[in-house]
């Protein structure tokens, strides 16, 4: 191995291997060429921006896929890169696209759950998503101090509790 | 039953008298669960995770779940008490260090921790001595099944059990057994172990589970799939696969080891007990690393005078929090090493 970069006189110290057309090629280079010829070497890089990597790379429409969002929590899918932690249950259908692809990777290429299930079978989906929608509702009324507007959702809430 | 009682003894999963209790010393089964119709905990403000907590501690209570059950709120829990906590493996670090309404529901027997408001809004644990997965699975799905009479879980028909994070989606279950490998350790065939473990989709950490270091020798391993695969097939991997697995190349390398090394080996547990015995300060570390060479010695019969229970006992009572809630007050480092070497001279 060389231990000069090609380009200038600094120590090399990434070694690249480029097979373009059957042709062989070898480039000994330092960081800072390799970085000028695109090429970036990161010793730690953080699990989020490989995951970003991941969704950037794995669709074609990775910068939109970034910016969906969770109309009900209101949680994007980027700051749930950045977080590693989804907003509410509803996030799994909103982000479904984006999210199957990350399942299957980390679950052995499943994204079928083949276990228990809950006698009641839980409520169904939609009761769901309007307890989510009153309760996000109810969190804005409290932060704003609207306090009739908060009772009355809270009243919704039971109401539809007992269904 | 209270929080201070529990200082004074280990949990049943110390007494080192479950099935193939020379490797494995515990089985842990944990589940996580989140109520249907609410944001998970970290979208939550404030007011609403008091309010879920209030409610989830109730329904806890009013399920009967386990005689003796206690409840701590970790949130008005000193940090010694915090600290216990996690030296008896009830609650995570994570659930110690956070900062928001959370506790812990604890059975008399410490076989079941049931975290409120941790990542997600239950995780439910149950913790055995020895290698006793089936048995754990049985009572997990049972306390699962009366939790899930007064409370809706967010249950997905594709996804199955939602969770906070995808990595638990699905079944929700962490299956964790707790390993203790000297020989392998010693022998340098650990890193193949690692590997192997790794291939196969588990995860190997250290002593307290995830973000600390397989340090020492012992190894908790643990599934990391819980999606497309029934909870019956992620324990059976385990039972009839996995761990048999270490625990043969284990047991193999002890035998190799007191044929071919006896005196040395020899050599080794008994310096390391006489340390114990004589010792005026000891670190946790160094506490560590001598215990587990007397453990090894015990369990390949090379020493007669000491008890497998008093050895795993002294594992839990010798680290730092346990340690000054049995003398009633705080020490710092240098008072702690030594009160560590007196406690342990006492006790063997």
Known sequence: MKSKCDNCDRPATVYLTEITDGQKIEKHLCEKCAAAEGITIQANVPISQLLQDF????????????????????????????????????????????LV????????????????????????????????????????????????????LRDQIRELQKL | MTLADLTQRAGEWLRGAGPLHDVVISSRVRLARNLAGMPFLARCGEQQQRELEKKLREDIFAANLAKGMFYVDI?????LDRQLLVERHLISRQHAESNHPRG????????????????????????????????????????????????????????????????????????????????????GRIDKVIHAARDMHMAIRGLYGEGTEASGDFFQVSNQTTLGKSEDQIIEEFRSHTVPNII?????????LQKRQTAKLDDKVHRALA?????????????LYLLSLVRLGVNIGR?????????????????????????????NDNERDEARAQFIRKRL
């Open chain 2, 303 to 331: 020493v007669e005078d000491v008890k497998l229970e008093t050895i795993n006992q002294l594992f839990l009572l010798t680290q730092p929090a346990h340690l000054q809630k049995t003398l009633g007050h705080e020490l």
């Open chain 1, 55 to 98: 969704i950037l790379q794995s669709s074609e429409s990775g910068e939109e896929t970034l910016s969906m969002s969770c109309e009900i929590c209101g949680m994007r899918f980027s700051e749930f890169i950045e977080k590693k932690l989804l907003g509410c249950p509803h996030d799994y259908d909103a982000f479904e696209t984006a």
């Open chain 2, 275 to 287: 340390l114990l015995r004589a010792a005026r300060t000891m670190s946790s570390d160094e506490t």
């Open chain 2, 75 to 79: 949130n008005a829990a000193c940090e």
């Open chain 2, 104 to 187: 812990v529901a604890v059975s008399s027997s410490e076989t079941i921790a049931i975290m409120v408001n941790e990542e997600d809004h239950l995780r439910i644990q149950v913790l055995r001595s020895g290698m006793q997965l089936a048995d754990a699975e049985d009572q997990i799905n049972r306390l699962d099944d009366t939790l899930e009479e007064r409370l809706d879980f967010a249950f997905h028909s594709r996804y199955g059990y939602l969770t906070a994070c995808p990595t638990n989606v699905g079944t929700g279950l962490r299956v964790s057994v707790m390993l203790h490998l000297p020989a392998l350790k010693m022998t």
């Open chain 2, 248 to 256: 043969e190349y284990e047991r193999r390398a002890r035998r190799s």
């Open chain 1, 101 to 152: 692809g990350l399942l299957e990777r980390e679950h052995e290429g499943a994204s079928q759950h083949m276990g228990k299930v809950p006698h009641r079978a839980g409520s169904d989906q939609k009761k769901q998503n309007a307890m989510l929608r009153l309760r996000a509702q109810l969190t804005g009324a409290i932060a704003v101090e609207d306090y009739e507007r908060a009772a009355a």
